[in-house]
């Protein structure tokens, strides 16, 4: 079975660059100096180029040490080579345990493709900042790439999992050699949406890429990875029922379109072209914004069809079934209706028939950004387990169909 997921299908679901002429660097005038690299980089991957300390922020309590992080990374989408990225990095307090601490390397979800969207410039959003202050309360140090693109030189690669997963890996290296003794190299990968397919993404290049990094375990929420040639169809969406625009935007500014396609300027209607101009400067919110004031959808927002969208597009969010280094722990919210659990059954599904071992937990009730919080507990479960020795649950005979989102539950922190 082969299915192709229509790029407008991934902006519905989840709520560029054209031809190398087109090609903007993000917003970095905006940002400080610490953001511009002048010098000669180095030829490897994963060099910790400087830090200075990360404003504080007040989810971070558990946090000893906050660093803003500039490190080196490998362009993997338009093959530039070394270039800087940026990102944060969480110490626990106290004194580092024999050996250090443990380290978690966060991938964010959806922030935007301009520089002034990196989550060290911008802050963390509260949902995330609580996330990972859990993660330090445990005893694991915190490191958080920006993403290539996302506060150094851009564009973006929005959703170009390979991309982002050296962005992860990166982090990890650059994070471990920094602070020998204090971090120690027993790695757990977690990611949210855009971040569930960097994480994946990450695990999957790991063996050939960062060979040296000791991957414990892999944890996607809010899953966006999608595999063609997994053992579960999808249903096609009603083509016309419109959905928001502004994540194929972003795709239209952040790699999506091949070296020999069109402009993104010709794919999109004159009422949408000033959000191409706002996906450069500006962060998701402010294209949320223009979206509904000017009752924008993939009906009327392209020149071109859906079917000829996907054509034209890279099916970025693609993956091919394979063996992962480590286990998985997969996260679902019943009511998400940004990535429906049905896709995120699929995904399950593919990871399992590919022979992973895949813990997949389904939470009734909760929506695609409560699920960053609510999957924790099992998750620090999943990842006690792993670090014991001891086998995890892999129920992959046992998976079902989970239906259509339900409806969201009431009192769950940032369940909306």
Not at 48 to 65: C, N, W, Y
Not at 111 to 121: D, I, N, R
Not at 195 to 212: C, D, F, V
Not at 317 to 346: C, E, K, N, S, V
């Given at each position: ?6 790029p407008?299908?991934?902006?519905t ?14 917003a ?6 610490f953001?511009?690299w ?11 180029l ?7 922020q007040?989810?971070f ?11 080196t990374?490998?362009?993997a ?9 940026s990102?944060?990095?969480y110490?626990p ?9 443990p ?6 979800g ?18 995330d ?5 859990r ?5 694991f ?14 564009p973006?690669?929005?959703?170009i999992w ?12 650059a ?33 050939e890429?960062?060979?040296?990094l000791r991957?414990?375990g ?6 966006v990875?999608s595999?063609?040639?997994?053992p579960?169809?999808l ?10 625009i ?6 239209l ?15 999109l209607?004159?009422?949408?072209k000033?959000?191409?101009a706002?996906?450069r ?8 914004d223009?979206?509904?004031a000017?009752k924008?959808?993939?009906n009327?927002a392209?020149t ?5 969208l996907?054509?034209?597009?890279l099916?970025?969010?693609d993956?091919?079934?394979a063996r ?10 019943l009511?998400d ?7 995120q059954y699929?995904a ?11 813990e ?7 929506t695609?950004?409560g699920?960053v ?5 099992d998750?620090?479960?999943?990842v ?9 649950q ?7 169909d ?6 969201a539950a ?7």
């Amino acid at each position: 079975m082969r299915y192709a997921l229509a790029p407008l299908v991934i902006a519905t679901l989840l709520a560029a660059c054209a031809a190398p002429s087109t090609r903007t660097g993000s917003a970095s005038g905006q940002l400080s100096p610490f953001y511009t690299w002048q010098q000669a980089l180095p030829e490897q991957p994963g060099v910790m180029l400087r830090t200075e300390p990360q404003p504080a922020q007040p989810e971070f309590t558990a946090a000893g040490e906050m660093q803003r992080i500039l490190y080196t990374s490998d362009d993997a989408r338009w093959g530039e080579g070394i270039l800087p990225v940026s990102g944060t990095l969480y110490l626990p307090k106290g004194a580092p345990p024999a050996g250090g601490w443990p380290l978690v390397a966060w991938a964010h979800g959806t922030l935007g493709g301009a520089g002034v969207c990196a989550p060290s410039w911008a802050l963390h959003k509260p949902r995330d900042a609580t996330y990972l202050n859990r993660w330090l309360e445990q005893g694991f140090a915190v490191v958080a790439t920006d993403y290539q693109g996302l506060g150094g030189p851009g564009p973006h690669p929005y959703l170009i999992w390979e991309a982002e997963g050296r962005s992860v890996l990166d982090s990890v290296r650059a994070a471990l050699a920094a602070h020998p003794g204090r971090i120690r190299n027993d790695v757990v990968i977690t990611g949210q949406s855009q971040g569930s397919g960097s994480s994946l993404g990450a695990s999957r290049i790991a063996t050939e890429y960062a060979p040296e990094l000791r991957i414990r375990g892999t944890i996607a929420t809010g899953v966006v990875t999608s595999f063609p040639d997994g053992p579960v169809t999808l249903a096609a969406p009603d083509p016309k029922r419109g959905g928001p625009i502004r994540y194929t935007v972003l795709r239209l500014i952040g790699g999506s379109i091949p070296e020999d396609g069109p402009s993104a300027e010709s794919l999109l209607a004159e009422p949408a072209k000033p959000m191409l101009a706002m996906a450069r400067t500006a962060c998701s919110d402010a294209l949320r914004d223009f979206e509904r004031a000017n009752k924008l959808d993939s009906n009327n927002a392209f020149t071109v069809s859906s079917s000829e969208l996907t054509k034209l597009l890279l099916p970025v969010t693609d993956m091919d079934q394979a063996r992962l280094p480590a286990p998985i722990f997969l996260g679902t919210g019943l009511a998400d209706r940004t990535l429906p659990p049905q896709r995120q059954y699929a995904a399950a599904a593919a990871l399992c028939s590919a022979g992973n071992t895949v813990e997949w937990k389904t939470y009734p009730g909760v929506t695609h950004n409560g699920i960053v919080n609510v999957a924790f507990d099992d998750e620090l479960a999943f990842v006690r387990r792993l670090q014991a020795g001891q086998t995890v649950q892999a129920p992959c005979s046992n998976l079902k169909d989970p239906g259509p989102p339900g409806q969201a539950a009431t009192g769950i922190p940032f369940n909306d």
